[in-house]
């Protein structure tokens, strides 16, 4: 079992940068790909980024073509966590965040929707205002 706990949402406005945080927890030990959907009322969560965590396998990181190039996923293996960097932030990428968690040693194409991922944690609201 993983347990993930969100932080660092909140209120931006539109340009404007926020970090969030994914403290995970229990079998942390096993091969783990990690990542991050967001999810909008009515809609399914969309897969925005995910990076490899097990240290013996490169370090690899992916994006959603809508997120790349404003968004960084980084991982810190001394402490758990995983961190969303989003920067230009625009009023569509208003909506839940949620950390995620699937047991793999690598990442796959096929780990774009939330059917794939074992774990999640409660979700962190982001709002980006115009």
């Known amino acids: 079992q993983v347990q993930l706990v969100e932080s660092g949402g909140g209120l931006v406005q539109a340009g404007g940068s926020l970090s969030l945080s994914c403290a995970a927890s229990?079998?942390?030990?096993?091969?783990?790909?990690m990542g991050w959907f967001r999810q909008t009322p009515g809609k399914e969560r969309e897969f925005v980024a995910a990076?490899?965590?097990?240290?013996?396998?490169?370090?690899?990181?992916y994006y959603a073509d809508s997120v790349k190039g404003r968004f960084t996923i980084s991982r810190d293996n001394t402490e758990n966590t995983v961190s969303l960097q989003m920067n230009s932030l625009k009023p569509e990428d208003t909506a839940v965040y949620y950390c995620t968690a699937k047991q793999a040693p690598r990442f796959s194409t096929d780990y774009v929707t939330q059917d794939s991922y074992d774990y999640w944690g409660q979700g962190t609201q982001v709002t980006v205002s115009s």
């Open positions: 229990g079998r942390t030990a096993s091969s783990y790909v």
């Open positions: 990076i490899n965590w097990v240290t013996w396998v490169s370090i690899r990181t």
